[in-house]
């Protein structure tokens, strides 16, 4: 009976709410796993950025990612870039075809460096972006804008579709800080021993 009435709560939300806003919620956890210096804190939308392998050799540094047409693309399993630092995301809707959207990545110091180093090695090859594991898309890295301040953005021209590029956008600050911990509270630990 339990089981009959959670999947008829289920529906009424599902038709009531409509399919995205549904899923969004399902994922977000209701809000119990938003703060990112909770133990609890699961990052969602991590995104990774490999360089593709023409001709694998199947040795443990190469993986196999299944793309949404059946085919498969080989890349180096060493990261070039990562969530780790990418502190903001704007979406950009393709213009036409609002379904598909670019990217622009505010990068970090430690990100604008890899960043260069990723966009000078591969000035006209493309590489894969992935997110959760899976794979994105590919597209070829462009040098970061040089505006003279310190917002560093780079734009990745990618065309994700809508849910992954607000997906990317909502987690990337709560996965930066997650991945970046603030130094202090690495002791918080100590003085919940002694409060006890």
């Known amino acids: ?5 959670f999947f008829a709560v289920l ?8 399919c995205e806003e549904f899923r969004e919620a399902l994922e977000d956890g209701g809000g119990v796993y938003d703060d990112p210096n909770s133990e609890n804190f699961r990052p969602r939308f991590v995104v990774g ?9 199947a040795g443990d540094l190469e993986k196999s990612l299944a793309m949404p047409n059946g085919r498969t693309v080989w890349i180096n399993t060493n990261q070039n870039f990562s969530s780790k630092n990418l502190r903001d995301v704007r979406v950009i809707p393709r213009p036409g075809n ?26 006209a090859m ?12 590919r597209f070829i890295p462009e040098l970061p804008e040089d505006s003279g301040t310190k917002d560093n953005w ?3 021209r990618v065309g994700v579709d809508h849910y992954t590029a607000r997906g990317i956008a909502k987690f990337a600050r709560k996965n930066y800080i997650y991945y970046n911990p603030d ?11 002694e409060k006890k």
């Open 1 to 5: 009976m339990k089981i009959i009435s």
């Open 11 to 18: 529906a009424v939300l599902f038709f009531s709410c409509g």
């Open 49 to 57: 950025v490999f360089t593709i392998v023409e001709y694998p050799r």
């Open 98 to 123: 609002p379904d598909i959207c670019d990217l622009q990545f505010k990068l970090d110091r430690q990100g604008k460096i890899q960043w260069q180093v990723l966009a000078g090695n591969n000035q």
């Open 126 to 137: 493309p590489v894969v972006l992935v997110v959760d594991s899976r794979y994105a898309g």
């Open 154 to 156: 780079v734009t990745l």
């Open 183 to 193: 130094t202090a509270s690495w002791f918080n630990f100590l003085f919940e021993e």
